[in-house]
């Protein structure tokens, strides 16, 4: 039964539960996004503007992020939770936004939709729960934005060693006294 706990307790804290949520606000106005920001390795090809222009309307708060083809280098594997879109599609002539996720240079999950231009955000990328250390969105340049970029950090493998060995420390210890 001890061991059971143990290992209980050890799952849960090897997975963190909590979500990130980038939703830009702390940028004012509008311009190139650095390429660090986030604590990110590189976002490539991001611009961001606060002004009000349906339907391209942030999802929380007034600052939102757009491209044409843009990559975001997380530099370290993350869940990727997906992030809130908005802008025009095929109803409009424009083709479907697609977001391409990979690890390691191999791409592992790809999610597209067709942005109807209602001004209704929509919820995409989030149908891989492996880990992404790299983004590629790609869209009709001016006619989406992205807001929300929601993740969830993956914890490194010393990280959960050192956590299990002092978990196993503190099981060997109380079964001693």
């Given at each position: 039964?001890?061991k059971f706990i143990a290992l209980a307790i050890l799952g ?56 044409g083809v843009g990559t975001i280098d997380i530099g370290t ?79 490194e493998p010393v990280t959960l060693i050192a956590l299990g ?13």
């Open positions: 039964m001890k849960a804290l090897a997975a963190p539960s909590f979500a990130i949520t980038l939703d830009f606000e702390d940028l004012t106005g509008s311009g190139g996004l650095p390429s660090n920001y986030a604590g990110f390795a590189n976002w490539v090809g991001w611009n961001y503007y606060d002004a009000p222009q349906p339907p391209y309307n942030a999802t929380s708060g007034v600052e939102r992020v757009y491209t594997d993350v869940v990727f939770l997906g992030a809130m879109f908005n802008g025009y599609g095929s109803a409009n002539g424009f083709p479907p936004l697609t977001v391409d996720m990979y690890n390691n240079n191999v791409l592992v999950a790809s999610d597209s939709f067709d942005l109807n231009g209602s001004g209704n955000a929509t919820l995409i990328g989030g149908n891989y729960g492996g880990a992404v250390d790299y983004i590629q969105i790609s869209g009709p340049m001016g006619f989406f934005v992205m807001d929300d970029f929601s993740y969830r950090p993956v914890p060995a002092g978990l196993a420390a503190i099981a060997r210890k109380r079964r001693k006294a």
